[in-house]
């Protein structure tokens, strides 16, 4: 039971390149989330799934795209990377318990280091 | 005005002291509340949640929310070096079930 895993760990790209951030999750989670941090700014929404087949906005989505591909996989896409860009990606899922319990918990991959030079 | 505020701190308390965290929401309508812990250079991970009113214990680790004053906090009682991470509050609010807000998290520093 590997949780949530995320590919790659560490990334350096120049502007304008493009990459995509695969995760998985083998919890049989509904719920998926895209989360960026940067120091001082906490962990900020980017987009997120609340079942297979949906995706929204959360807080950041500008430049960003995503695919949720099944109930397992949730890929996040940068089609012109920016120095801006520049962060620790965390992928996170869940299974909500309409908010009474620990089953809305999110349980996070081990991030991706992206560089944009 | 931020959705969930926390002091970035750091935080510096002896090794078997008592850790207080805390952590503000504006959302008078939230319903669960989260605590996380994040070592540096890893992903958050759970610690404790809440959803009532009072306070709720789980080892050395206790949890006390106030709804009417829209705060909840973080107790560490004996405190130890491997204690020494950051502390992320997240909030879960009204109607959005999957939208939690994190704070911005308060660095512990636990000296021996």
Known sequence: NAGVTQTPKFQVLKTGQSMT?????????????WYRQDPGMGLRLIYYSASEGTTDKGEVPNGYNVSRLNKREFSLRLESAAPSQTSVYFCASS????????????????????TVL | QK???????????????????????????????FWYRQYSG?????????YSNGDKEDGRFTAQLNKASQYVSLLIRDSQPSDSATYLCAVMPSGGYQKVTFGTGTKLQVIP
């Open chain 2, 42 to 50: 890893k992903s958050p991970e759970l610690i404790m949640f809440i």
């Open chain 1, 95 to 114: 299974e909500p318990g309409g908010g009474k319990g620990p089953a809305d918990t999110q349980y996070f991959g081990p991030g991706t280091r992206l």
């Open chain 1, 21 to 33: 951030l695969q995760c998985a999750q083998d919890m049989n989670h509904n719920s998926m989330y």
């Open chain 2, 3 to 33: 959705e969930v505020e926390q002091n970035s701190g750091p935080l510096s308390v002896p090794e078997g002291a008592i850790a207080s965290l805390n952590c503000t929401y504006s959302d008078r309508g939230s319903q669960s509340f």
